[in-house]
């Protein structure tokens, strides 16, 4: 697609349910970033695939968060249990290749709200 | 541990006049400076992008500079428009650029004001 396209856009559900946030990033991109925004604050990484692989989940919180890339293009990010603290905007980037002089691409964003 | 520091947090100006956003790194190893425009309910954009070696780079209205020595960075935007009201956003790379390797700032929330 021409740009990075997340859903849902909001999000609100209750403590303890399972959500999902999808990205579909810009085609032919291989790098894949998951970042968190809370409010006022700028973007935490939480993991990036290099194709279908996680090359990086540093950034996941806690075991209740969990993102695949089954097919190295459509992003899902899981988690389960949700709490209160997970509300925030889940950013996805994409870029040609992970490394060098590329620029990431960001999407508008998933805005979760735990009540 | 690496950090970037931005002032201020936010700023109100009048259309038509000029601003000076700052920010402040620890990033090591240093790879790349950013800036990155985020309008309201959407994804960063980026602005400029400036290597160690570069001092300043401009994107129409908006000029960056870079101080390697200090570990400073600043953006100018000159002339404002309503919309550049916006979140700006400084982000430092560490050594290989990947965006798992990148470090942001909390932002300074611009607003500008007929």
């Known amino acids: 697609g021409a740009g990075v396209s997340q859903t849902p856009s909001n999000k609100v559900t209750e403590k303890g349910k399972y959500v999902e946030l999808r990205c579909d990033p810009i085609?032919?991109?291989?790098?894949l970033y998951w970042y968190r925004q809370s409010l006022g604050q700028g973007p935490e990484f939480l993991i990036y695939?290099?194709?279908?692989?996680?090359?990086?989940d540093s950034g996941l919180p806690n075991d209740r968060f969990f993102a695949v890339r089954p097919e190295g293009s459509v992003s899902t990010l899981k988690i389960q249990r949700t709490e209160r603290g997970d509300s925030a905007v889940y950013l996805c980037?994409?870029?040609?290749?992970?490394?060098?002089?590329?620029?990431?691409?960001f999407g508008a964003g998933s805005r979760l709200t735990v009540l | 541990k690496n950090q970037v520091e931005q002032s201020p947090q936010s700023l109100i100006i009048l259309e038509g006049k000029n601003c000076t956003l700052q920010?402040?790194?620890?990033?090591?190893?240093?790879?790349?400076l950013r800036w990155y425009k985020q309008d309201t309910g959407r994804g960063p954009v980026s602005l400029t992008i400036?290597?160690?070696?570069?001092n300043t780079k401009s994107n129409g209205r908006y000029t960056a500079t870079l101080d390697a020595d200090t570990k400073q960075s600043s953006l100018h935007i000159t002339a404002s428009q309503l919309s550049d009201s916006a979140s700006y956003i400084c982000?430092?790379?560490?050594?290989?650029?990947?965006?798992?390797?990148?470090?942001f700032g909390g932002g300074t929330r611009l607003m500008v004001k007929p």
């Open positions: 982000v430092v790379s560490r050594n290989n650029n990947a965006g798992n390797m990148l470090t």
């Open positions: 695939f290099q194709g279908t692989g996680a090359a990086d």
């Open positions: 400036m290597t160690f070696s570069e």
């Open positions: 980037a994409s870029s040609k290749q992970a490394g060098g002089a590329n620029v990431l691409t």
């Open positions: 920010c402040n790194y620890t990033v090591s190893p240093f790879s790349n």
């Open positions: 085609s032919g991109h291989t790098a």
